[in-house]
């Protein structure tokens, strides 16, 4: 993928023993946020202290081969599709030509799905021919022609800015990719359905080389044989007034939802920007107990991913989730883009800031689900609001903030 280097052989490792070691036991590789008291996740890549502590040995110890004759066979690696051929690939119509030397790009390319009648899709798998430019991706469904409207309007492949306000999620899914990330399986039951004559909004975060880059994506979908039965929903926790100044090393936000029905959840999704360090999740249980969701202590822009409970957490009515983000710009936070810090706000844009946090779930009694989706609405409405305000004020002349 995107790596620099190969580490498949003793000869292409050993000169690199110290680098790993160092990697390892600062814990940047492999790359893996969540502390472990926030629960089993599905592929998780923590290593334990006694792993890591193998490392250290082995480089103290001269970072000798072993004996050869155990080494065991090389890993395979599949080419093609990870899940076997989808049943519909979804392509960019025309591949992308980056310009070298620039700032990221959020660029947002629409493509028509063909199929006959609703399908239900089941799982998905991205692809890319680029990873090197390809930061993460995400993906939406348009049942409108609004998206369409706004690529034909830009003489490139895609459009850059806001998707429009009919873009959606799929039905209580976040679809999105980012390196390392495994294709997705839906739970049983759980397929999202698509509607023909949709289009699908495929939003990729782009980062510039030294010399003009070509980008081509596709997105695999597989299709399940039954309509679902069982359809999650999107609970969604965020600050959009964030404003933080320059300096300051410790800038918090803070946000709450109390469920008004039971639930299970099955996935979690926390996201910020580059000036972020640490993100708390907590349930707390109406028996006064509390239970971590999620707990990432050192922030790591590109390696954000959502995570899948091993096991479902059953969240009782009136368990309330509360989170806390912290975000350090200050000169010595080695993320900080700017040099001198300066103030950064609220906005898409990867030198703004952002503070989300998505959870699947799933409501015990699927006659609940309307009720949960319109409290979310109205939890969710007045925080929109704040944000296109804040995002009017960086950009006072953007007619399409307006219109949304």
């Known amino acids: ?25 600062r814990r940047s590789m492999p790359p893996w946020q969540p502390e472990p008291e926030s629960g089993e ?43 076997g051929e989808p049943d ?21 390319f629409v493509i028509p799905i063909t199929i006959p009648a609703r399908r239900h899709v089941k799982a998905w798998e991205f692809r890319t ?13 348009d049942p409108t022609r609004a998206s369409r409207s706004r690529d034909q309007s830009d003489p490139e492949p895609g459009f850059e800015g806001l998707i429009p306000l009919s873009a959606k999620m799929p039905d209580g899914y976040f679809v999105d990719w980012t390196p390392g990330q495994v294709p997705y399986v839906a739970p049983d039951q759980m397929a999202w359905s698509l509607e023909r004559d949709s289009d699908l909004i495929l939003t990729l975060h782009l980062r510039s080389t030294s010399a003009w880059e070509t980008v081509d994506a596709s997105v695999g979908l597989y299709f399940s044989a039954s309509p679902p039965t069982r359809r999650p929903t999107m609970i969604r926790l965020s600050r959009q007034d964030i404003d933080i100044p ?43 107990t ?22 479902p957490v059953l969240l009782p009515a009136s368990t309330r989730i509360a989170m806390e983000y912290t975000y350090d710009n200050s000169a010595t936070n080695r993320a ?3 040099k001198p810090p300066r103030r950064v706000t609220f906005g898409q844009q990867t030198s703004d800031e952002m503070g989300d946090l998505w959870l699947q779930v799933l409501p015990r009694n699927q006659a609940d689900l309307p009720l949960l989706d319109a409290s979310m609405r109205a939890k969710m409405l007045p925080q929109d609001i704040t944000g296109y305000q804040m995002m009017l004020k960086a950009d006072p002349d953007n007619v399409t903030l307006h219109e949304d």
């Open 41 to 83: 996740f599905v592929g998780a890549r923590r290593l334990t202290t006694q792993q890591i502590s193998v490392f250290r040995r082995w480089l103290d110890g001269g970072s000798l081969a072993g004996d050869r004759a155990r080494l065991p066979p090389p890993p395979a690696f599949k080419d093609g599709w990870a899940l």
């Open 129 to 141: 021919t680029n990873r090197q430019v390809v930061h993460h991706a995400m993906i939406m469904i």
């Open 246 to 288: 320059p300096g300051e090393p410790r800038y918090t936000i803070t946000d709450s939802y109390t469920l008004p029905v039971a639930v299970e959840a099955f996935d979690i999704k926390p996201h910020a920007h580059n000036l972020a360090r640490e993100m708390r999740v907590v349930a707390e249980l109406p028996d006064g």
């Open 1 to 25: 993928g995107l790596a620099p280097f190969s580490l498949l052989t003793y000869e292409e490792t050993r000169p690199r023993a110290r680098q790993i070691v160092e990697a390892v036991e």
């Open 88 to 108: 519909l690939v979804v392509k960019l119509p025309q591949p992308y030509r980056l310009p070298p030397a620039g700032p990221d790009k959020l660029r947002n």
């Open 336 to 338: 900080n883009q700017n």
């Open 290 to 311: 509390t239970r971590p969701l999620i707990h990432i202590k050192n922030w790591d822009f590109h390696w954000q991913d959502s995570y899948r409970y091993a096991t």
